[in-house]
């Protein structure tokens, strides 16, 4: 079953403003679809033509998501968007390798000196815990700091 003109034009709209998975762009198709098939043709369709793909949205949003995030939120983010095992497991090698240089990042625009006080540093850890870096890069970005 060929889909709507107006399911299309919805579809391509919301691609052309940016990347979607499959999942989260099937959930702000699916009240405009007429029947699931005809939703899950579309999809397909626009797969095979490349103008749906996984691996350019999870591209863009670790690229944009890491200027803030750790890789823990990232992979969150990327599950709860409903991206597939595969593409989680390489985005999350990827994630890890630069997680350190992430964090330091992160750390030196909002703090830029280090702490003066065990409370200072309590709360400059739970910041970059909070933004889903893990305990080992934390560690390591301050500790670091501290020796240079």
Same mark, same amino acid.
């Given at each position: 079953?060929?889909?709507?003109?107006?399911?299309?034009?919805?579809?391509?709209?919301?691609?052309?403003?940016?990347?979607?998975?499959?999942?989260?762009?099937?959930?702000?198709?699916? #009240?405009? +679809?007429? #029947?699931?098939?005809?939703?899950?043709?579309?999809?397909?369709?626009?797969?095979?033509?490349?103008?749906?793909?996984?691996?350019?949205?999870?591209?863009?949003? #670790? #690229?944009?998501?890491?200027?803030?995030?750790? +890789?823990?939120?990232?992979?969150?983010?990327?599950?709860?968007?409903?991206?597939?095992?595969?593409?989680?497991?390489?985005?999350?090698?990827?994630?890890?390798?630069?997680?350190?240089?992430?964090?330091?990042?992160?750390?030196?625009?909002?703090?830029?000196?280090?702490?003066?006080?065990?409370?200072?540093?309590?709360?400059?850890?739970?910041?970059?815990?909070?933004?889903?870096?893990?305990?080992?890069?934390?560690?390591?970005?301050?500790?670091?700091?501290?020796?240079?």
């Amino acid at each position: 079953m060929a889909p709507s003109p107006s399911l299309k034009a919805r579809a391509l709209r919301a691609l052309a403003r940016r990347e979607h998975s499959r999942a989260e762009l099937r959930a702000r198709l699916e #009240t405009h +679809a007429e #029947t699931p098939e005809e939703l899950d043709g579309l999809l397909d369709e626009l797969e095979k033509r490349g103008w749906l793909s996984e691996q350019r949205f999870v591209e863009q949003l #670790t #690229t944009v998501r890491r200027r803030k995030f750790g +890789a823990d939120r990232i992979i969150r983010e990327l599950r709860e968007k409903g991206v597939s095992g595969e593409a989680l497991e390489a985005s999350r090698a990827a994630l890890q390798a630069g997680e350190i240089d992430a964090a330091r990042a992160v750390w030196k625009k909002k703090f830029g000196h280090l702490p003066g006080t065990l409370e200072e540093k309590a709360r400059q850890q739970r910041f970059l815990a909070g933004r889903g870096f893990s305990a080992e890069a934390v560690r390591t970005v301050l500790k670091k700091l501290r020796d240079d």
